[in-house]
């Protein structure tokens, strides 16, 4: 009796073994792929690149674009303060609703959406449920 279980006790020990050495070396295998497709050469990839010398921050930078003038920004600030004071005096000030009215909407809203979903109804999908 105790050989049988010797066996049965080691053999599996062993069979597990193998088995988590069958899954390390297939996980290394997976990480230690070639395929270079896609790939940027580091050199090729733009950044900081030492060139030997210090940069010279006397010199002045050249500007990528034509700069504004003092008129052109001027105008610009000018159209767009007018077009912020056009949007801001459509909405003007904000109306106070009646309470009354929305007390009332406040007792019937919960009734409405009760009685909607016991319907079983969306009245965003028909138009005729009430």
Do not use: W
């Not at 990480?31 to 010199?59: F, H, M, Q, R």
């Not at 990528?64 to 003092?70: G, V």
């Not at 056009?86 to 406040?106: D, I």
Request: charged share 20%; aromatic share 4%; with cysteine.
């Amino acid at each position: 009796m105790t050989t049988d279980t010797g066996k049965t006790v080691f053999s599996g020990t062993g069979r597990f073994c193998r088995t988590g050495a069958a899954v390390v070396f297939l996980a290394i295998a997976g990480c230690s792929s070639t395929n270079i497709e896609g790939t940027t050469p580091v050199a090729a990839t733009d950044g900081p690149k030492n060139t030997g010398t210090y940069p010279n921050l006397n010199i002045p930078p050249q500007a990528a674009a034509e700069q504004f003038t003092e008129t052109e920004k001027n105008a610009k600030l000018a159209q767009l303060k007018a077009e912020a004071q056009a949007q801001g005096s459509k909405g003007g000030a904000v109306k106070v609703a009646n309470p009354a009215a929305l007390n009332t909407l406040a007792k019937q809203h919960g009734a409405d959406a009760l009685k909607q979903i016991e319907a079983k109804c969306d009245p965003a999908l028909d138009p005729t449920c009430k």
